[in-house]
Nanobody, 119 residues
Framework: QVQLVASGGGFVQAGGSQRLSCAASGSIFSINYMGWYRQAPGKQRESVAVITSGGSINYADSVKGRFTISRDNAKNTVYLQMNSLKPADTAVYYC?????????????WGQGTQVTVSS
């Protein structure tokens, strides 16, 4: 079993910055990818940024140039540095990981953390 615990988030004014962290723990053999997703009220969950174990990264077009995802493989932790935040970035942010554990390969989700950007 794998657990993901996210931290960070909160209220910030437009143009500000925030950093999210997500640590994976449990009986982990390896992690393929870790990523951040978000869901705004009334909208579907969308991918924000994903990073593979090899360091390949994909960003949503809406965050390119503003958000940076990074990963500490030794700590099984993924970070999301968010700069130049906009009200449209307001959402619940979830971290996710595809990991091999004692139960096999599976996708895991963190509990979600609210990011609110005021104009």
């Amino acid at each position: 079993q794998v657990q993901l615990v996210a931290s960070g988030g909160g209220f910030v004014q437009a143009g500000g910055s925030q950093r999210l962290s997500c640590a994976a723990s449990g009986s982990i053999f390896s992690i393929n990818y870790m990523g951040w997703y978000r869901q705004a009220p009334g909208k579907q969950r969308e991918s924000v940024a994903v990073i593979t174990s090899g360091g390949s990264i994909n960003y949503a077009d809406s965050v390119k140039g503003r958000f940076t995802i990074s990963r500490d493989n030794a700590k099984n932790t993924v970070y999301l540095q968010m700069n130049s935040l906009k009200p449209a970035d307001t959402a619940v942010y979830y971290c996710s990981a595809e990991a091999y554990s004692s139960t096999g390969l599976d996708n895991y989700w963190g509990q979600g953390t609210q990011v609110t950007v005021s104009s």
